[in-house]
């Protein structure tokens, strides 16, 4: 790979001024800057945006921390993200943490040796004060996305209100009792609870909760459900991965879907329409939430002097499938 010092003596010309040539330097003779931009175009000149990063210059590197790189919802947020960030001549590095405070502090430790010049991060503890120190020691404009962080960007579904949206939905269809797949911390839960509460300030007693992501715990749990309830049972899973594996539990152990047992994913990933029956799920606005937090992010590596932070609440929308749509036909029957 040529050097600029290869280039210099290519073209002679001083290395300062090839310098100044290939890091945009106006105040360059034009005979001269197109000397050494053509030499540079022959020889595939690429720069060392390391060595740049070390005396100030930008890296055009952002750096995009998740948590769970393997479900689709987080693969088609970085699509969105990397078109957004390659349309203003930037690249993306991408690290997953996993869900594990260790290894997100070492992502981030990554991110500081690259010097990148901003982060985009789903934390994996938005309330940690070991994160919070971890972004302020970094030092870099941060944009939060998918959660709320207070007092930094952050761009994300309002998920008290889908949880809420999904409440609404199996109380419409009728389901007696309930099962939520997740944490009772989650929002999306606190929606959805919140909303069955409304209806029924009792309904405590026909909720369980399943926080387990081992199949066979979730297994075991449903089997002990269905041991004792022949309820109509409304089901809500905090993202599409839970969901599916609670349909294939149900449809092995027999519960039909939606007559028995009605399902509600999170996320309305691809594979919601590939299923049988057709799963229902919360569906968030990827591509406007990606644009949102790079344009914001871009904004703030313009403008390091505005440390004003911005909150970006969205609105998701439940599809409605067949996993908890009851057929009219049925539905009369019941």
């Known amino acids: 790979m040529i050097t600029m010092t290869e280039i210099a003596r290519l073209t002679g010309v001083s290395q300062p001024t090839v310098s100044r040539v290939l890091n945009g330097n106006q105040a360059v003779h034009p005979d001269i800057r197109e000397r050494v931009l053509a030499c540079a175009r022959e020889h595939d000149f690429q720069p060392n945006v390391m060595a740049q990063s070390l005396v100030g210059s930008k890296t055009h590197l952002i750096g995009v921390v998740l948590t769970d790189i393997s479900n689709s919802f987080f693969a088609d947020l970085v699509k969105y993200l990397e078109r957004e960030a390659r349309a203003s001549g930037y690249s993306l590095i991408l690290f997953n943490t996993n869900y594990d405070p260790e290894h997100e502090k070492e992502s981030l430790d990554v991110v500081r040796r690259y010097r990148v010049d901003g982060l985009i991060a789903v934390p994996v503890n938005e309330t940690s004060a070991d994160w919070g120190g971890l972004i302020r020691k970094l030092g870099i404009p941060t944009v939060v996305i998918t959660k709320k962080v207070e007092d930094m ?28 797949l997740g944490h009772t911390g989650d929002i999306k839960y606190q929606g959805f609870a919140e909303t069955l509460r409304k209806s029924d300030p ?120 067949d996993s908890s749509v009851l057929p009219e036909g049925i539905r009369k029957t019941l």
């Open 202 to 321: 009792g309904f405590v007693r026909r909720m369980t909760v399943i926080s387990s992501k081992q199949e066979e715990e979730v297994r075991r749990a449903l089997e002990q459900y269905y041991s004792r309830s022949r309820k109509r049972t409304g089901i809500f899973a905090y993202n599409d991965r839970r969901a599916v594996q609670m349909l294939g539990i149900l449809q092995r152990m027999g519960v039909k879907v939606p007559e028995q047992a009605g399902l509600v994913g999170f996320d309305n990933t691809y594979m919601c329409e590939f299923l049988y029956p057709r799963l229902s799920s919360v569906a968030q606005p990827n591509e406007e939430m990606a644009s949102i937090a790079m344009r914001r992010l871009l904004y703030k590596i313009e403008h390091p002097e505005d440390h004003a932070a911005e909150d970006h609440p969205l609105r998701a929308k439940l599809v409605k499938r």
């Open 153 to 180: 960007d952050s761009v994300y579904v309002a998920h008290e209100e889908a949880g809420a949206q999904v409440g609404e939905h199996l109380l419409e269809e009728g389901f007696e009792e309930y099962i939520f």
